[in-house]
T-cell receptor
């Protein structure tokens, strides 16, 4: 079955450490997104990528980095510069490339990141 | 700037009762509207979407939503809730074209009592 796989489901980070969250999709979607979810704040966009080798900052990109070397993969690195990284991170994807009619986003099951 | 307001943080209803979750949006053009549902520790699942046409849209799990342009609203309804409907519900707004970002509301948590 096609879908979005996020790994790991739970992740722990020590102070000063970078960690990378994995997001893989086999839906052949062009666009991919990373969101951060905190209680009572809904979803906030961190980064998004409309095509391979291109990505844009979202609303809260500081302290995060991404890459999009392959269509199916969009890893998110939470750097030591992100001072409050504890949150639930969701990856999503959608079909169309830029300039085409929008389509709903499909979501993975998330990664919960905690600080040790 | 686009925005979504879900005024109810938490709603409790009895099983079998009707449900309405409110969503108000602000958007500079004709919006593309969505309702998603999230079970604890899970990702978001699309319930329904409104793009154009009939302003009453049907979704999965017996949910429906009505787009009211004059009120900038897109409220979600279900005539009779089931215990399995307990979850968090998110409304989102975005553009018709391209992959510009969606804006999500802060969510409404639904509790079902027997």
């Amino acid at each position: 079955d096609g879908g979005i796989t996020q790994s790991p489901k739970y992740l722990f980070r020590k102070e000063g450490q970078n960690v990378t969250l994995s997001c893989e999709q086999n839906l052949n979607h062009d666009a991919m997104y990373w969101y951060r979810q905190d209680p009572g704040q809904g979803l906030r966009l961190i980064y998004y990528s409309q095509i391979v080798n291109d990505f844009q900052k979202g609303d809260i990109a500081e302290g995060y980095s991404v890459s999009r070397e392959k269509k199916e993969s969009f890893p998110l690195t939470v750097t030591s510069a992100q001072k409050n990284p504890t949150a639930f991170y969701l990856c999503a994807s959608s079909i169309p490339p830029p300039g085409m009619a929008n389509q709903p986003q499909h979501f993975g099951d998330g990664t919960r990141l905690s600080i040790l | 700037a686009q925005s979504v307001t879900q005024p109810d943080i938490h709603i409790t209803v009895s099983e079998g009762a009707s449900l309405e979750l409110r969503c108000n949006y602000s958007y500079g053009a004709t919006p593309y509207l969505f309702w998603y549902v999230q079970s604890p520790g899970q990702g978001l699942q699309l319930l329904l979407k409104y793009f154009s046409g009939d302003t009453l849209v049907q979704g999965i799990k017996g949910f429906e939503a009505e787009f009211k342009r004059s009120q900038s609203s897109f409220n979600l309804r279900k005539p009779s809730v089931h215990w399995s409907d307990a979850a968090e519900y998110f409304c989102a707004v975005g553009p018709w074209f391209g992959n510009e970002k969606l804006t999500f509301g802060t969510g409404t948590r639904l509790t079902i009592i027997p």
